[in-house]
């Protein structure tokens, strides 16, 4: 095609300009979900084939999503209509037979924990007045908690209260640099921070006749190594429940995100509770899960530990570098053979590259004198 | 700890693909050398740690993850003395910068709401590549407005204080340059021997 459909490409610059200028004075219409729609029950939910319900999210599942419910059953959804995602259990996780504590406690020492909030407006509509607040919302106040909860343990907490605002899904985009700046200090795990957009009761919990608030993650599994964030969700979700029974309700599994979990192996978006939820119930709950956190890395004083605890995680991590080996190698193919002319020009092509591949190997071979 | 982002999956990949001279036609396009490649990559990576510099509207740029793909726009803009370059790219930076403000500010916040409800990390790139391959199958234009629409974008929306670029290599500014390129690439080279093929 070579004709240009536009008579001037500074056009569509001064066109898009506009757009900008007058689309800012609109009102956001997609955005995050109002206290009257989430009243309203436009939420999506998450039901088995008998209608037992097994999630309440603001997150419009997709058919092929999964959720692992808190007593580890795994289910995938297979039929999504208006605000009702159908999901079938496809089985029920053991893990009896693995050992998941203190996987660093052989390095004799506590590391660090990153904290962050892609979404800083998200608030808690009983105690801030508003589900959210343009700035440092209600969420920063939980984020505090996980925060001194973990060094009040003794671990040392990376939070970053950078703000990507506006409140859209850019802010995903925004909070990258965030997360970059936290992984270049080396820390065990991150985590995103938010609150889910469900009606009171979905997250609403009590433990010791405290009131809390239900925990719930999200992984998403458009990132290299969804496998390894997989086998970090589950570990440290049955790490909490241990402590904690049904802390951590159940893990989101969507196929239509990434969540910059893409960065980092042990990167975790946390829901604590929900805007209808109070946020001091919510601050306890996060403060119970720093405990699940610490557990899960460094183990408690006086238990015999095993260095061999990580090695599950550590095998997931082996596979995933593996599939990303095989996929640059099939990268290298592809393009070899859609620059090739036919089945001959690609086998020389084939041929020469492994010949300048020898040559190079020998070169290196005799500069290094071996 | 062991741990490859998307970004550093894809960097591997297009460095392997430069040392193997697979990538030597689209390099060609966009008047550099393989080595003159990697020196950029490589620069981009080293000055990415330098703190951020003023930029507009209260916005700051990174030198290696902005500054130098900036750099590098204007001089493929400066090497391509066709006009119709300089249009496809202005086209492209705006369709992207569209595409952009739109699903961020009429989409619900979280992505992946339906099933061609891209990533906000993927979608620059994809739209790129798109319709960079409709105003013919150009590189330049896809690279370059790629770049340039997160950036114009980023600069109407987000909030000031934000830094360009500021994730250098792995930045959303540089992953979509990168995809683009490949996609516009793998798709057309792709489609035309099917569309040989059926001749």
């Known amino acids: 095609m070579k004709s240009f459909p536009c008579r001037s490409g500074f056009q569509v610059i001064l066109l898009t300009l506009f757009f900008f200028s007058i689309s800012s004075m609109l009102p956001v219409l997609g955005g995050e979900l109002s206290p009257e729609e989430v009243g309203q029950g436009l939420v999506y939910s998450i039901v088995t084939g008998t209608g037992e319900r097994l999630a309440t999210t603001r997150y419009r599942p997709l058919v092929g999503d999964e959720y692992v419910t808190a007593d580890n059953r795994l289910y995938r959804i297979h039929d999504v209509t208006a605000y009702t995602a159908t999901a079938s259990l496809q089985e029920v996780l053991d893990f009896s037979h693995e050992k998941t504590t203190g996987i660093l406690s052989a390095q004799k020492r506590k590391g660090s924990i990153g904290i962050f909030h892609t979404h800083n407006a998200e608030s808690y509509i009983p105690t801030d007045g508003t589900h959210s607040i343009h700035g440092k919302?209600?969420?920063?106040?939980?984020?505090?908690?996980?925060?001194?909860?973990?060094?009040?343990?003794?671990?040392?907490?990376?939070?970053?209260?950078?703000?990507?605002?506006?409140?859209?899904?850019?802010?995903?985009?925004?909070?990258?640099?965030?997360?970059?700046?936290?992984?270049?200090?080396?820390?065990?795990?991150?985590?995103?921070?938010?609150?889910?957009?469900?009606?009171?009761?979905?997250?609403?919990?009590?433990?010791?006749?405290?009131?809390?608030?239900?925990?719930?993650?999200?992984?998403?599994?458009?990132?290299?190594?969804?496998?390894?964030?997989?086998?970090?969700?589950?570990?440290?979700?049955?790490?909490?429940?241990?402590?904690f029974p049904e802390l951590v309700k159940g893990i989101f599994f969507t196929q239509g995100g990434n969540f910059n979990q893409d960065l980092y192996p042990t990167l975790l978006l946390?829901?604590?509770?929900?805007?209808?939820?109070?946020?001091?119930?919510?601050?306890?709950?996060?403060?119970?899960?720093?405990?699940?956190?610490?557990?899960?890395?460094?183990?408690?004083?006086?238990?015999?530990?095993?260095?061999?605890?990580?090695?599950?995680?550590?095998?997931?991590?082996?596979?995933?570098?593996?599939?990303?080996?095989?996929?640059?190698?099939?990268?290298?193919?592809?393009?070899?053979?859609?620059?090739?002319?036919?089945?001959?020009?690609?086998?020389?092509?084939?041929?020469?590259?492994g010949r300048g591949l020898k040559k190079k190997l020998q070169h290196l071979i005799k500069r290094r004198g071996v | 700890m062991i741990h490859l982002s998307s970004a550093l999956f894809i960097l591997l990949g297009v460095l392997l693909l430069i040392y193997l001279g697979l990538l030597h036609r689209v390099l060609e396009r966009m008047y550099l050398t393989p080595l003159w490649a990697l020196i950029l990559i490589a620069a981009i990576f080293l000055t990415s740690y330098l703190p951020p510099l003023p930029f507009i509207l209260g916005h700051s740029i990174n030198f290696g993850g902005g500054i130098i793909p900036l750099g590098l726009i204007t001089y493929i803009l400066l090497q391509s003395r066709s006009p119709l370059a300089w249009k496809r790219v202005f086209a492209v930076t705006g369709g992207v910068a569209l595409a952009i403000y739109l699903?961020?500010?009429?989409?619900?916040?979280?992505?992946?709401?339906?099933?061609?409800?891209?990533?906000?990390?993927?979608?620059?790139?994809?739209?790129?590549?798109?319709?960079?391959?409709?105003?013919?199958?150009?590189?330049?234009?896809?690279?370059?407005?790629?770049?340039?629409?997160?950036?114009?974008?980023?600069?109407?929306?987000?909030?000031?204080?934000?830094?360009?670029?500021?994730?250098?290599?792995?930045?959303?500014?540089?992953?979509?340059?990168?995809?683009?390129?490949?996609?516009?690439?793998?798709?057309?080279?792709?489609?035309?021997?099917?569309?040989?093929?059926?001749?």
């Open chain 2, 103 to 199: 699903t961020d500010r009429f989409f619900p916040v979280e992505p992946g709401q339906w099933g061609f409800d891209l990533d906000p990390l993927y979608l620059p790139a994809v739209v790129a590549a798109l319709l960079s391959y409709l105003l013919g199958r150009s590189r330049r234009a896809a690279f370059c407005g790629a770049i340039l629409g997160v950036m114009l974008a980023e600069l109407f929306s987000a909030q000031p204080g934000m830094v360009h670029g500021g994730g250098g290599l792995f930045d959303v500014l540089i992953l979509s340059g990168i995809v683009a390129v490949l996609l516009t690439e793998a798709v057309g080279e792709i489609n035309e021997r099917l569309q040989n093929k059926g001749r």
């Open chain 1, 270 to 353: 946390v829901e604590v509770g929900a805007q209808s939820n109070p946020r001091e119930a919510a601050e306890r709950s996060i403060q119970l899960f720093a405990e699940g956190v610490y557990h899960y890395f460094y183990g408690w004083e006086g238990v015999t530990e095993d260095p061999k605890a990580a090695a599950p995680l550590v095998r997931t991590v082996g596979r995933t570098v593996l599939w990303i080996l095989l996929f640059t190698l099939a990268g290298g193919i592809l393009f070899l053979v859609i620059n090739s002319r036919d089945i001959e020009d690609f086998r020389s092509r084939l041929a020469a590259l």
């Open chain 1, 137 to 243: 919302g209600g969420i920063h106040a939980v984020g505090h908690a996980f925060a001194n909860r973990l060094e009040e343990l003794g671990v040392e907490s990376i939070f970053s209260e950078e703000l990507h605002l506006p409140h859209d899904r850019g802010a995903y985009r925004r909070s990258r640099e965030t997360v970059l700046e936290i992984i270049g200090k080396e820390p065990d795990a991150i985590f995103d921070l938010h609150r889910n957009a469900a009606p009171y009761a979905v997250y609403h919990h009590e433990h010791k006749e405290e009131e809390l608030t239900h925990l719930q993650f999200v992984v998403g599994l458009l990132n290299p190594h969804a496998q390894v964030n997989r086998a970090f969700s589950y570990d440290l979700k049955n790490i909490t429940n241990s402590l």
